[in-house]
């Protein structure tokens, strides 16, 4: 199935009313597929496997902001610490760490949301919030220079019942507002000492619904791309 720019137009002119920013999800498509929205204007792309990562981004113009959001082995880290713009994926300390270290080692510093736990599913990956209490505490303590963690990623179920899926967007929007709250509102939580911009919520399915929870960004796939095979 062909890139869909007409539902792609529709797609970008409603998120920019919103304030709300697409990433592009490009797993299982062909490089031509990435090129034909590129030509649209579209810079934001983002894959689930490193291998297939890898080859698109030597393929690709080197202006694409490419954005990991798969689970992502803390062993692969150093075949993407050069060029990728964010990782949408950190459901561990041992991974952030290690981004940390091949972020300093190629000279920059590599953006972070980290994955949280919300569906009702036990196949999706990410923290639950006592992890994620755990992990903020530890980065404000820890200091990793070429890491910075700028907010939030989750998966809703994968189901037709859609209060389901606005209570788990809710849930994260819960965890995202606590995290930006001031230290002094809330000092039982690790905070940073700078907002968080980022909350990364919603998919082709449920994007609207994410956006009316409070999402700044969605990945969508198959609604531009065509549905995967
Ligand atoms: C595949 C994928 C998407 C996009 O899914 P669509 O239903 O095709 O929009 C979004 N986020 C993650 C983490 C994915 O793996």
């Given amino acids: 199935m062909p890139v869909n ?6 797609l970008i002119t409603e998120l920019k009313s919103r304030h709300v920013k697409l990433v592009a999800v490009s797993k299982n498509k062909p490089a031509e597929d990435i090129l034909a929205l590129y030509e649209s204007g579209q810079r934001d792309f983002a894959e689930n496997y490193v291998q297939e990562l890898v ?10 902001r490419w954005h990991f959001i798969g689970h992502l ?7 993407i610490a050069s060029f990728v713009h964010l990782i949408q994926s950190v459901d561990s300390l041992k991974l952030l760490k290690e981004i940390n270290k091949q972020a300093e080692k190629n000279g ?10 919300i569906a009702q599913e036990e196949t999706k ?3 639950d919030e006592q992890e994620l209490d ?5 980065y404000a303590n820890l200091l990793m220079k070429n890491v910075r963690i700028i907010g939030m990623m989750g998966m809703a179920s994968f189901t037709d019942d859609m209060d389901k899926v606005r209570n788990e967007f809710k849930y994260l929007q819960s965890l995202f507002n606590k995290l930006n709250q001031p230290l002094s509102e809330n000092d039982k939580l690790p905070t940073t000492n700078y907002q968080l911009p980022t909350l990364s919520m919603g998919m082709s399915s449920d994007y609207k619904i994410a956006i009316e929870e409070g999402s ?3 990945r969508i796939g198959s609604l531009v791309f065509g549905e995967r095979t």
């Fill in 108 to 117: 920059r510093v590599i953006d972070c949301l980290l994955q949280i736990h």
């Fill in 73 to 79: 082995q803390s062993n692969k880290v150093k075949q």
């Fill in 134 to 138: 755990e992990l903020m505490s530890q």
């Fill in 55 to 64: 080859e698109k981004q030597k393929q690709l113009p080197d202006d694409i």
């Fill in 5 to 10: 720019k007409e539902a792609y137009q529709s």
């Fill in 216 to 218: 700044t960004m969605v």
């Fill in 125 to 127: 990956f990410g923290l």
